[in-house]
């Protein structure tokens, strides 16, 4: 289209220069030059969208009129910027249309989605070897253990060693989260149900992924990524109570911020590169349904996903192209996601009666165990190793006697401390049983960690011990003891 030896763009932009003030014709410009008219529609399109141009009123003998722009005149004048149009790079960091199109049209490596997929295979894996380790590498294949009607010990031995092995890969389940194992609610997406749960969701995070890591870029990518994960996890939760697992929910949370991007940025797009967004959105919108339909996928997670997702890209767009005083602003948005998610859960634990049943089996086969397994255990060695050297006058202990005791006090009291500790986070329970015996427990075992302490402050004061002291460390026994009956009483 050039004669001059310039790049078609820069020369449009002098033939506008020289034509100024008048506008210039592009129509008459193509019938006098016998220039293809597509060609010549083209390089007006990437011009107008990169906002050097704009129209003008024209006539109906000479068709359109454009002129430049203050921003087309500036980069005329510039040879850095008049280079960067010539390479096709934006000439400016205002310049939004060629950053929107570099990134859509782009080849650069999509290292992040590579990475997931490797982290998605490298989990699967090492559950499959532990799995063959415990001679049920078929069912791990197969996603579980086949239904029967009555399940033989062989079976129980199969399903309890299935259930082990995604817990150790970092599955999710509400009794993990009254852990307090909060990390599990990112680990849980890199956890598949099954070979053909994993090669679904696979597929649709390489063939998603790609595309939307080049329209993010890296960083903002995996930080929709993440999102993703954090709001499918979450609202899987609240609402199912089941074990969450897989990466479908982050997958549609690509898909909602692909979705932000068209939105906000679909003014920059050529004509030919529109349709190709809109055919890969609704290829991967194909995709997510067909995954959805999979019977272990949950569809509030699916919600939770793609609206963190899309919040996430909101919040990213602003970033990137908002007014400078809302640019660092938008990143604070994100700290209100995190408390919704962590509300999700808290109100659904407060409003849900099925929590009252998956509460009482949680106290009933960890917390139960705990207080009895670390509260006889201190008792024991009261018995055994404390009580001889306290029992023993303050004037006839040895050195030695005291010293020996200390380390086991100190261990004991980490020990009941790291109990309380347990107990006073898992709570508050709906079920009232659960509450109660919650409390109780949380109570004795403090107590019984108050009173160590006690015995080892009363130990070092050797002969310095007074009445009162002593007195005190009574009072702390009985106090344990009257904890304990009181445990006891709320198991029945």
Known sequence: MSEDGLHPLESILHLCEAAAPEPWYPRLFAKQNGVDPRELGQCLEELWLRGLIARADGGSEKGPAITLTREGQRVLLEPEAL?????????????????????MTGRGRTFITSLLVLVNVAVFAWGYFAARSQAIDSDFLRGG??????????????????????????????????????????????????????????????????????????????????????????????????????????????????????????????????????????INLVLLVVICSYKDVSSWGQVGGAAAGAMAGFLLQLHRFGP??????????????????????????????????????YFEARLLPLVERTTSQAQKVYREKIAPVVEIHPSRREAAQVDAVFPLLNEQQRELSATAKKLAHAGPFLSPEAEKARKIGRDYASAMAEWFATIEYDLGLGEKRTDKDRHTLLRQQENVEKMRREWKASLD
């Open 324 to 361: 400078s005083m809302w640019r660092w602003l938008a990143l604070t948005g994100f700290l209100p996601m995190a408390w919704f998610a962590h509300h999700a859960i808290e109100h659904s634990r407060q409003t849900n009666p099925a929590w009252m049943k998956v509460e009482d089996e």
């Open 83 to 103: 280079k960067r149009l010539r390479a096709g790079d934006p000439v400016s960091r205002y310049d939004r249309g060629a950053i929107v199109r570099k990134a």
């Open 145 to 282: 253990i086949a239904a029967k009607e009555v399940f033989t010990p062989e079976d129980q031995r199969r399903q309890k060693a299935f259930l082990t092995i995604l817990e150790n890969s970092g599955y999710l389940s509400p009794q993990n989260l009254l852990d307090g194992e909060w990390w599990r609610l990112m680990t849980s997406s890199f956890v598949h149900f099954g070979i053909l749960h994993l090669l679904m969701n696979l597929v649709f995070l390489y063939l998603a992924g790609r595309f939307v890591e080049r329209m993010w870029g890296h960083i903002r990518f995996a930080i929709i990524y993440l999102a993703g994960v954090l709001g499918t996890s979450c609202l899987a939760l609240a609402h199912n109570l089941g074990g969450g697992m897989g990466a479908s929910g982050a997958v549609g949370g690509l898909l909602g911020a692909e979705l932000v991007w068209f939105l906000f940025n679909r003014r920059y797009f050529p004509r030919a590169l529109l349709r190709q967004v809109r055919t890969t959105f609704l």
